[in-house]
């Protein structure tokens, strides 16, 4: 099983809706996980920090379920320009302290 | 702020060539990463360094060098180019570790070796 697994969609969904993606992670021991967005050809860039239950910002939301070792992404009221690939990476516990990226999930956001 | 800058942006090679991916950072960051993105791979990390003078490896780092003269700059070296080195490269840059800072990337660099 990989450290990091995401669903690599495609999720197609039309503007203004709600969508949300898991992430889970097999280390119980990790801390802290970030979401990054990385748009077609483009480098990865940084969307949401998780360090405890979870972060709101905007139409963003994270969640991060200890119990069953997830991380969720909600966005709200989709918009074209969120079509993007969302990255899920999470930051081992211990002294190297690596983090691991997932694959990614596609998000087509369609008129 | 320019951010993180790569050159070149494209690049063919053949194999058995060397050459430098360059990568500067003007935002006075410590923490320095070479990344290689790859389908089905995700990221995964060549080399990083946590200051100038101060660098080390990553998950993979066979067949590339690094160095930090300055805190600007950290350059990635091809020492004999493979087709499996075939990828694109990232180099992030980030205030500390990244593993509680937002790492910053430069646009990539796109290198095909034949």
């Known amino acids: 099983r990989k450290e990091v697994e995401q669903d690599p969609g495609p999720f197609n969904v039309p503007e203004g809706a709600t969508v949300a993606f898991n992430c889970t992670y097999s280390?119980?021991?990790?801390?802290?996980f970030f979401w990054y967005r990385q748009d077609c050809r483009k480098e990865p860039k940084l969307l949401m920090s998780v360090y405890s239950s979870g972060n709101e910002d905007g139409r963003f939301t994270a969640q991060l379920n200890r119990a069953s070792q997830y991380i969720s992404l909600l966005i709200r009221d989709s918009k074209l320009s969120d079509s993007a690939t969302y990255l899920c990476v999470g930051v081992n516990a211990g002294n190297n302290r690596k983090l691991i990226w997932g694959l990614g999930t596609s998000l087509a956001v369609n008129p | 702020n320019a951010g993180v800058t790569q050159t070149p942006k494209f690049q063919v090679l053949k194999t058995g060539q060397s050459m430098t991916l360059q990568c500067a950072q003007d935002m006075n960051h410590e923490y320095m990463s070479w990344y290689r993105q790859d389908p089905g791979m995700g990221l995964r990390l060549i080399h990083y360094s946590v200051g100038a003078g101060i660098t080390d490896q990553g998950e993979v780092p066979n067949g590339y060098n690094v160095s930090r003269s300055t805190t600007e700059d950290f350059p990635l070296r091809l020492l004999s180019a493979a087709p499996s080195q075939t990828s694109v490269y990232f180099c992030a840059s980030s205030w500390t570790s990244p593993d509680y800072n937002e790492q910053f990337f430069g646009p990539g660099t796109r290198l095909t070796v034949l």
């Open positions: 280390n119980s021991a990790s801390q802290s």
